[in-house]
């Protein structure tokens, strides 16, 4: 499986751990992280059609500055990435969270797996899913 994803986190462990599940499970996929939702929102806006556009975006919601919620509201806007797959992962289990989620373009909302054995297990299963099965 290969492709292109973005990762927006700003727990450092987090991203640590994510990268470690698809440097071991997934080495054909590239990730990028970026640790900041302002910092993300520049990269989106600045991003040219010359550069690979990711295969999936994965966005955490509860973030300083600019929350994941109104980040994905602002990638949307962008006609560059207003099909490509966004997943949002948080440790919210509000139903508002969701809602608003769903309503702004999220494709799919997950909770963050626990632990780092619940997500060697998940993050495969998410990725093969939008990177291969996905169409």
Do not use: C
């Given at each position: ?107 799919s909302y997950l909770e963050k797996p626990k632990n780092y054995a619940e997500l060697k297990e998940h993050i495969p299963i998410v990725a093969k899913y939008w990177l291969t099965l996905n169409k």
């Amino acid at each position: 499986m290969k492709g292109l994803v973005i990762s927006v986190e700003d727990n450092p462990t987090d991203s640590a751990l994510m990268s470690r599940v698809f440097q071991k499970e997934m080495p054909l996929v590239e990730v990028r992280f970026i640790d900041d939702s302002l910092d993300a929102l520049a990269w989106f806006r600045q991003h040219n059609n010359i550069s690979p556009i990711p295969n999936l975006i994965l966005l955490d919601i509860k973030m300083p500055r600019l929350n994941g919620l109104d980040l994905l509201k602002e990638i949307r806007k962008i006609e560059l990435f207003r099909y490509v797959p966004i997943v949002m992962m948080s440790s919210s289990d509000q139903i508002s969270d969701k809602d608003m989620a769903y309503f702004n373009g999220a494709n799919s909302y997950l909770e963050k797996p626990k632990n780092y054995a619940e997500l060697k297990e998940h993050i495969p299963i998410v990725a093969k899913y939008w990177l291969t099965l996905n169409k």
